[in-house]
């Protein structure tokens, strides 16, 4: 008999994360692809620079990418004292028009934060 095994559950990222770089486009074709890069902060020294991130996708107050959301497990780099860089994959909306775009962290999809503490708000034009 081998060893019995305990399950184990993967834990959410719960250390804080706040983005304090991203290079995202204020324009994009309709259904474009694009890997966006960003750095963050995470105040936890174990952290392994594994996180799943995505984004959430608004025309005012509607979410348009609720359906079909492009989300994934990056991994980052070290890029600093606390500070951890990488890119993520983005698809801009199917159709036309302004859009609202926040990253989100964890199986939840919470909205990451900037420095002042509020979710990080891209203006994004599809044309």
Do not use: C, H
């Not at 019995?4 to 719960?14: E, Q």
């Not at 259904?31 to 025309?59: C, L, Q, Y």
């Not at 991994?75 to 909306?93: D, H, I, K, N, Q």
Request: aromatic share 8%; no cysteine; hydrophobic share 45%.
């Amino acid at each position: 008999m081998g060893a019995a095994r305990v399950p184990t559950r993967r834990r959410p990222l719960t250390a804080p994360v706040t983005v304090v770089a991203v290079e995202f486009p204020s324009q994009m074709g309709r259904a474009w692809f694009a890997e966006i890069a960003f750095a963050v902060t995470v105040r936890d020294p174990a952290f392994s620079g594994k996180m799943r991130v995505g984004t959430r996708v608004s025309a005012g107050a509607q979410i348009v990418n609720a359906g079909d959301r492009v989300a994934g497990v990056v991994e980052l780099a070290p890029a600093g004292l606390g500070r951890w860089s990488g890119t993520f994959p983005f698809v801009s909306p199917f159709e036309p028009g302004e859009y609202d775009v926040e990253i989100t962290a964890g199986p939840a999809e919470t909205p990451l934060p900037g420095p002042d503490g509020n979710p990080v708000r891209l203006k994004l034009k599809v044309m």
